[in-house]
């Protein structure tokens, strides 16, 4: 067994294998999302410390924190044990970052995980009033299946069109267009156009609409797992000026069919679960999406100062 610490999640792909191989046990990280994840950690390595556990060449764990207080985890279905080595790394390393709780989101399938957070004292978020999880935020997976009938491509207002990105003046609008969707300066047209030359990108699959005038104004990035057949989107996002016009879900439609050309099997996707933010999940409910998963997140208040465990050594 072998660890290598980054600063960063500089072996990508090491981790994407392993998100190929549990993501039919779990539904849950898909390799087009860590992508997008790491799309927003760049430039941001000091705050994204992340670790790796091979054994023979082949990843079965990984951990990536979100100094100071978030960490996501993987780990292969046929090796429960390895959570415990996750969770050593990264209490010892986020503990260099501060004294309050550590916070890890994991989806319901997930239960080896789950089962290990709760033996070492970690503690499922209530959210809202009356210690009701339901009530406080959490991610649903929605999935739905690409064979037989997929929704028709919605007309759209005229002017409007539907397209593949074309030249650097595209990457900078869908760019763009992000921020406004999102109210969020995280996506640049420098950082959008690294992730596009990040596997598994292919741009058939990142969809624009494109207004009268010719700006961007809505689109659905998706990411296609061949080996799984599966596709994901990550993000959809329309600017608050031509919403309520139909483009999303046109565009995810757009996208739908693309995944269904590609041989694709199912689509998946994440959305807000809670009452606070309803939409998105409608507008996937609405193309065929269904829900089979949700996300929970446990917090354990954590000490500050403990020693990392070096690599190669196994955790006391």
Known sequence: MQRDEYAGPLALRAMQSLAVRAFPATGYRHAGDLAWNWCLALDRAEHCPTAVWSDGGRTVAWGWLELPDGLMLQIDPERPELVRDVLDWAEATAGTAGSGPLSVEVADTERAV??????????RETGGPG???ATGPYMTCLGRPLTGDLPPRPRLPDGYVIRAQRDDADVTGRAAAHRAAFGSDRITAGRHARMRATWPYRPEFDLVVASPGGGIVAYCQGWYDEANRTGVFEPVGTRPDHRRLGLARAVCAAVLHAFARAGGHRAVVQARGDAAYPVPKRLYESLGFAAYARTYTYTRTRTSGRT???PGQAPT
């Open 114 to 123: 789950i089962e290990a957070l709760e033996l070492r004292g970690y503690v």
């Open 131 to 133: 210690g009701d999880p």
């Open 308 to 310: 990392p465990v070096p």
